[in-house]
T-cell receptor, first 111, second 114 residues
Framework: TQLLEQSPQFLSIQEGENLTVYCNSSSVFSSLQWYRQEPGEGPVLLVTVVTGGEVKKLKRLTFQFGDARKDSSLHITAAQPGDTGLYLCAGSSNAGNMLTFGGGTRLMVKP | NAGVTQTPKFQVLKTGQSMTLQCAQDMNHEYMSWYRQDPGMGLRLIHYSVGAGITDQGEVPNGYNVSRSTTEDFPLRLLSAAPSQTSVYFC?????????????FGDGTRLSIL
């Protein structure tokens, strides 16, 4: 079973601060996705990365896939209260038809 | 465009009761899946289907059954509910299973087993 560990589990910051959350594994993934989930709703896809070393930017969010495709990070610049939510990473390998999710990072941005 | 619809949104059961969680999608997606979400454990895959008539087990299949008679519907059955099955259940669909395909999630069913 492939495992994805996310850190930190919880993060509370003030509006305007920068932050980075991490998604790590000892396994290699063919692709990795980041989702955001708000209370009472299902996760919504933010980005997919497929190439080792790939960097993608989505407004104030920057996603990076590790060179060895075993880890990923999400950096948020100048966090806003609207960024509050649960951030989940999910990876897939070339074998099988399953997506493995990490435990999530719960982010609270205080105004 | 409804996307993925899950019913009911909330349910309370007694230990030993059975029930079916409904999931329907209107995007003509081939791949559908069921997850449970427990605090601090992210989403764990229960069962999945790569097309009508084809289902397979995920990471935590015990105590659950699924069937896929149509492309649109993928119900999840609890055969004899246990308190350990108290959780939030999410259904998801995607065009196909490739790791770079976006998963579209429903809003979940919150299930409590007393």
């Amino acid at each position: 079973t492939q495992l994805l560990e996310q850190s930190p589990q919880f993060l509370s910051i003030q509006e305007g601060e920068n932050l980075t959350v991490y998604c790590n594994s000892s396994s290699v993934f063919s692709s990795l996705q980041w989702y955001r989930q708000e209370p009472g709703e299902g996760p919504v896809l933010l980005v997919t990365v497929v190439t080792g070393g790939e960097v993608k930017k989505l407004k104030r969010l920057t996603f990076q896939f590790g060179d060895a495709r075993k880890d990923s990070s999400l950096h948020i610049t100048a966090a806003q209260p609207g960024d509050t939510g649960l951030y989940l990473c999910a990876g897939s390998s070339n074998a099988g038809n399953m997506l493995t999710f990490g435990g999530g990072t719960r982010l609270m941005v205080k105004p | 465009n409804a996307g993925v619809t899950q019913t009911p949104k909330f349910q309370v059961l007694k230990t030993g009761q059975s029930m079916t969680l409904q999931c329907a999608q209107d995007m003509n997606h081939e791949y559908m899946s069921w997850y449970r979400q427990d605090p601090g454990m992210g989403l764990r895959l229960i069962h999945y289907s790569v097309g009508a008539g084809i289902t397979d087990q995920g990471e935590v299949p015990n105590g659950y059954n699924v069937s896929r008679s149509t492309t649109e519907d993928f119900p999840l059955r609890l055969l004899s509910a246990a308190p350990s099955q108290t959780s939030v259940y999410f259904c998801a669909s995607s065009y196909s299973f490739r790791g770079d395909q976006p998963q579209h999630f429903g809003d979940g069913t919150r299930l409590s087993i007393l």
